[in-house]
T-cell receptor, first 111, second 114 residues
Framework: SQQGEEDPQALSIQEGENATMNCSYKTSINNLQWYRQNSGRGLVHLILIRSNEREKHSGRLRVTLDTSKKSSSLLITASRAADTASYFCATGTGANSKLTFGKGITLSVRP | DAGVTQSPTHLIKTRGQQVTLRCSPKSGHDTVSWYQQALGQGPQFIFQ???????QRGNFPDRFSGHQFPNYSSELNVNALLLGDSALYLC?????????????FGEGSRLTVL
């Protein structure tokens, strides 16, 4: 069963704009992660935030976590055409626990 | 440093047949997890192997079985294939000594059941 629910399901923006993607989940978590997938290929880990953290940055990525609302957001700043992909949030209950993924967000960045 | 490698990349089977998918984890990793991703969906956890034993299992029937070898590589076997088994099968590796939950994924094996 899906734990995370991403919002919106699809997002289309112009190159240079910021992209914000949201994720909600249902149960208690140890960490929340975001992954990117290009055209049905393998997933690439982007960023992980632990349940005791509120915000984290990595390059053009910023992720926030609100455990009281059971939600997270991923911000990609100054988007590029190469950012076009599907983005998934995934929740884990421990360092080596299974990950539960959402259905994903399709991001299209127009040149 | 080789990442996670999976084989075959694509395969076609007919209903009722059996399939074996293979995975070599990233160098230094000892834990292998398998995920099924249907078209347009997020990956679904099948099971995880560590020390040659199944440690965690998702909500998949017994038709799905696996194995981990002493060199940490792994196989996923699916018996009595159904049309609904058509999906991208993803292998992910990690290290039990890591304090993060980050997974490293292979490119997947795309299975089509006719």
């Amino acid at each position: 069963s899906q734990q995370g629910e991403e919002d919106p399901q699809a997002l289309s923006i112009q190159e240079g704009e910021n992209a914000t993607m949201n994720c909600s989940y249902k149960t208690s978590i140890n960490n929340l992660q975001w992954y990117r997938q290009n055209s049905g290929r393998g997933l690439v880990h982007l960023i992980l935030i632990r349940s005791n953290e509120r915000e984290k940055h990595s390059g053009r990525l910023r992720v926030t976590l609100d455990t009281s609302k059971k939600s997270s957001s991923l911000l990609i700043t100054a988007s590029r055409a190469a950012d076009t992909a599907s983005y998934f949030c995934a929740t884990g209950t421990g360092a080596n626990s299974k990950l539960t993924f959402g259905k994903g967000i399709t991001l299209s960045v127009r040149p | 440093d080789a990442g996670v490698t999976q084989s075959p990349t694509h395969l076609i089977k007919t209903r009722g047949q059996q399939v074996t998918l293979r995975c070599s984890p990233k160098s230094g990793h000892d834990t292998v997890s398998w995920y099924q991703q249907a078209l347009g969906q997020g990956p679904q956890f099948i099971f995880q192997y560590y020390e040659e034993e199944e440690r965690q299992r998702g909500n998949f029937p017994d038709r799905f079985s696996g194995h981990q070898f002493p060199n940490y590589s792994s196989e996923l076997n699916v018996n009595a294939l159904l049309l609904g088994d058509s999906a991208l099968y993803l292998c992910a590796s990690s290290s039990v000594s890591s304090d993060t939950g980050e997974l490293f994924f292979g490119e997947g094996s795309r299975l089509t059941v006719l």
